[in-house]
């Protein structure tokens, strides 16, 4: 019987992951930030599934708590077991905004769980994988491509996962450790990204921590129009509300014997041709693409005063 840890279980892509991989019968850690402090996640994930499955905590960003994990994980390893058969790095957290408006402890959280905590993890769990012949999935994104506006932050941390695990599948391959990378494509609407309150509350930090001249030289009616532009994207696009597909390419990448490398889940065909023409094509031939902005769209406060 497979034995897998998934982090990020308390919601979303991990959430139902674990649930998946319960049903089909195999041995399920999933790690949750909140699995001791009684959050919703770990609690349903304990009602509604088998005995197999058991919440471990974990905040990726904290040693302490990863190598408290792998120890848990090594105790509750069935016997003979030589090790962990997949990891699953799925924690991750979002954050929109304009370069400008994001302050630098913001990047370093956002980095710190995406990329840190992708690395951490796998660190930690890499010679239980290691002993199995096993594999490492990491859950990064179709901005791990390319990079667009007022999400930089978030983009940095996945194209960084994707360079890491490129790396890794390379150097584990000697060991017969499979690395595998996962892309989803626009799914906010199918975890807590997209849920408005959650939006609301990304927005809010961003006003907050702005500094006051960069407030002045936008504008904050430039601020709230970009953010409500981005907010409708999120919770008005009816694609990527359902989470199915993201979740079977998981499960596929966990599962099969010979999955693909990279896994790139889109909501559709012309999302499709939107992501591979944004990653691999040309930046002269794209950035008209990426900037869609319309003439009468307003501007930053201090363009208009210049005008």
Request: hydrophobic residues 40%; neutral net charge.
């Amino acid at each position: 019987m497979f034995d897998f840890l998934t982090t990020g279980c308390d919601s979303g892509f991990g959430f139902e992951l674990a649930k998946r991989l319960d049903s089909l019968g195999f041995t399920v850690f999933a790690g949750c930030l909140l699995a001791d402090s009684g959050g919703e996640g770990s609690q349903k994930l304990r009602a509604e599934c088998s005995s197999r499955l058991s919440t471990v905590q974990i905040d990726v960003t904290h040693d302490g708590q990863v190598k408290a994990a792998v120890q848990h994980v090594k105790d509750s390893l069935p016997t003979g077991s030589k090790g962990l058969y997949a990891l699953v790095n799925n924690a991750g957290i979002w954050q929109p905004g304009e370069i400008e408006w994001v302050s630098l402890a913001t990047y370093r959280r956002v980095m710190e769980v995406n990329t840190f905590g992708t690395v951490r993890v796998t660190k930690a769990f890499l010679p239980l994988i290691r002993r199995e012949k096993g594999r490492v999935v990491n859950i990064s994104s179709v901005h791990g491509l390319y990079s667009s506006p007022s999400q930089t932050a978030y983009n940095m941390t996945k194209r960084a996962v994707e360079f890491f695990s490129d790396a890794l599948r390379h150097e584990m391959h000697k060991w017969g450790v499979k690395v595998i990378i996962v892309e989803p494509s626009s799914f906010g609407r199918a975890t807590n990204v997209g849920l408005p309150a959650t939006i609301d509350m990304l927005v809010q930090n961003l006003r907050d921590n702005m500094e006051e001249s960069v407030k002045e030289d936008y504008g904050m009616e430039y601020f709230d129009f970009k953010m409500e532009q981005m907010k409708a994207r999120i919770t008005t696009d009816p694609r990527g509300k359902d989470a199915t597909p993201v979740i079977d390419a998981m499960a596929d990448a966990v599962t099969l014997t010979n999955p693909e490398h990279r896994c790139l889940i889109v909501t559709s065909f012309e999302d499709y041709v939107t992501r591979i023409w944004l990653g691999y094509f040309p930046t002269r031939w794209t950035d008209s693409t990426i900037r869609a902005e319309k003439e009468d769209d307003l501007k930053p406060a201090m363009l208009q005063k210049n005008k």
